[in-house]
């Protein structure tokens, strides 16, 4: 199965990250995940990343850095994730598609119910973290 690429956000808040809920109509339903979405064609993964987070959840974020690819095959589906860490530049979250969001501590993740795809990308972010606050 060829994996599709999509994007996801990363979005830092002091010692916080945002992660959003999948509704029941979605695929993965009620699903935890980084917000983003499909990238299109012609369009490079960073603005494909800035589009979704807006039309999402209705803010500007900027992108800090880009962490490695994962892909994973679901029954149905293979995805490769392409993540981002970024930070809010403007805006007030409004939820266009998810059903909650909230912003928690890399240590609390944990007792959400991610995304398959997202556990390899939580362990690459902790490594981003660790050697952030290790220079
Ligand atoms: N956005 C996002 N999608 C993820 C993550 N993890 C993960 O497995 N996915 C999967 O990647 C695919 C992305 O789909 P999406 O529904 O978010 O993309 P989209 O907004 O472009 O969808 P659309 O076709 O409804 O416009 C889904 O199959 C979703 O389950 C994640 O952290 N963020």
Known sequence: MQPIDVTCAIIERDDQILIAQRSESMSLPLKWEFPGGKIRAGESPSDCLVREIDEELGVKVTVVAALPLVTHHYPEIAVTLHPFVCTQISGDLV????????????ESLSSYDLAAADIPVVQSYARYRRNERAE
């Not at 939820?95 to 890399?106: G, M, P």
């Open 95 to 106: 939820l266009a598609e998810h059903v909650d969001c909230c912003w928690v501590n890399l």
